[in-house]
């Protein structure tokens, strides 16, 4: 899948299907399945943030290396602006995990995150403007250009959270 898109003054941009119901359905399959390869990020490689704490939830990597099945299957051949998709986080948040305001540290074009479960919660970017609020709705994306955006995970309030990070160009 090509996807064309010109972020907003503030790098920001929304994608209204990054993934269809059935890539939704098989990413919640290869979750339930891959449980035991979720990491702990306040302790493995944990995000800091910019008031010094760290973010408290769980993820993985996908990747062709990886897992090449579910690659394959739902994220082979995606990109944006021609740039290709190079790798996915999978992040689980439990009911009151949550991370603050944080700027991303790796060197993505491009970084859009969709929900893969049903939940209340949210992302929210922080702009010049205000807060811009994106509402869990799977499939949909919500993505930045660079990792200039700081943005964040309020405390969960659904029983779990899981989002992917989908990567473009690093």
Same mark, same amino acid.
């Given at each position: 899948m090509v996807i064309d898109i010109t972020p907003d003054s503030e790098g920001l941009f929304e994608i209204s299907e990054l993934l269809s119901h059935d890539q939704v359905s098989l990413m919640r399959d290869f979750i339930d399945a891959n449980m035991i390869c979720l990491l702990d990020r306040s302790k493995f490689k944990p995000n800091t943030c910019l008031d010094g704490s760290v973010g408290n939830y769980r993820s993985m990597v996908i990747s062709r290396e990886t897992h090449p099945d579910i690659w394959f299957t739902v994220f082979e051949d995606m990109s944006i602006n021609?740039?290709?998709? &190079?790798?996915?986080?999978?992040?689980?948040? =439990?009911? /009151?995990?949550?991370?603050?305001?944080h700027r991303d540290k790796q060197n993505n074009?491009?970084?859009?995150?969709?929900?893969?479960?049903?939940?209340?919660?949210?992302?929210?970017?922080?702009?010049? &403007?205000?807060?811009?609020?994106?509402?869990? =709705?799977? /499939?949909?994306?919500?993505?930045?250009?660079?990792n200039r955006p700081v943005h964040r995970v309020p405390v969960v309030t659904s029983d779990s959270r899981v989002t992917l990070l989908l990567m473009y160009g690093n």
């Open positions: 021609d740039i290709p998709l &190079t790798s996915v986080m999978l992040n689980y948040y =439990n009911k /009151g995990d949550h991370i603050s305001s074009i491009y970084t859009v995150s969709t929900a893969v479960t049903d939940s209340s919660d949210c992302l929210v970017f922080e702009t010049s &403007t205000g807060d811009v609020i994106c509402k869990d =709705n799977p /499939g949909v994306g919500y993505g930045f250009y660079g």
